[in-house]
C-alpha cells in the first residue's frame, strides 16, 4: 500500500522560511518522480514544483522560482521543500505527489500524479 505523508507545516510570517517533508512508503521510491502541489480556500490545486527519480532535475512555478527549493533523499525515501520569503499568498495546504513514468515529463499537470499525500497545512500571515 502505497503512502505519502506531508509533515512540517505550519504559521509562519510573512518574509519567513518553513520546509515541508514527504515520507513515501510501500513504493520504489527511486522510481518515481515525485512533486508538490498546493491548494489555496476556493481555489484549483496547482503545481508547485516537482523533481526527477535521482533529484538531477527539477521544475518550478514561476510564482514560486527563486524561493521554494524542491529536493529529495532516496536513502531516506523522502522529499523537501524549502520555503524561504513566504508570502501570504503562499498560504495552502501542500500535497506531496508520485508519478511513475520512464521520462522526465516536468510533470506540472495534477492529474500527471499517480498517488498523493492527505496534506500539509501552511499559512502565512502579513
Known amino acids: 500500500q502505497v503512502q505519502l505523508v506531508e509533515s512540517g507545516g505550519g504559521l509562519v510570517q510573512a518574509g519567513g522560511s518553513l520546509r515541508v517533508t514527504c515520507a513515501a512508503s510501500g513504493l520504489t521510491f527511486s522510481n518515481y518522480a515525485t512533486g508538490w502541489l498546493r491548494q489555496a480556500p476556493g481555489k484549483e490545486r496547482e503545481f508547485v514544483a516537482a523533481?526527477?527519480?535521482?533529484?538531477?532535475?527539477?521544475y518550478y512555478a514561476d510564482s514560486v522560482k527563486g524561493r521554494f527549493t524542491i529536493s529529495r533523499d532516496n536513502t531516506k525515501n523522502t522529499m523537501y521543500l524549502q520555503m524561504n520569503n513566504l508570502k501570504p499568498e503562499d498560504t495552502a495546504t501542500y500535497y506531496c505527489?508520485?508519478?511513475?513514468?520512464?521520462?522526465?515529463?516536468?510533470?506540472?499537470?495534477?492529474?500527471?500524479?499517480?498517488?498523493w499525500g492527505q496534506g500539509t497545512q501552511v499559512t502565512v500571515s502579513s
Open positions: 505527489a508520485a508519478v511513475h513514468s520512464s521520462r522526465w515529463e516536468r510533470f506540472s499537470l495534477t492529474s500527471e500524479y499517480n498517488y
Open positions: 523533481i526527477s527519480w535521482g533529484g538531477g532535475r527539477t
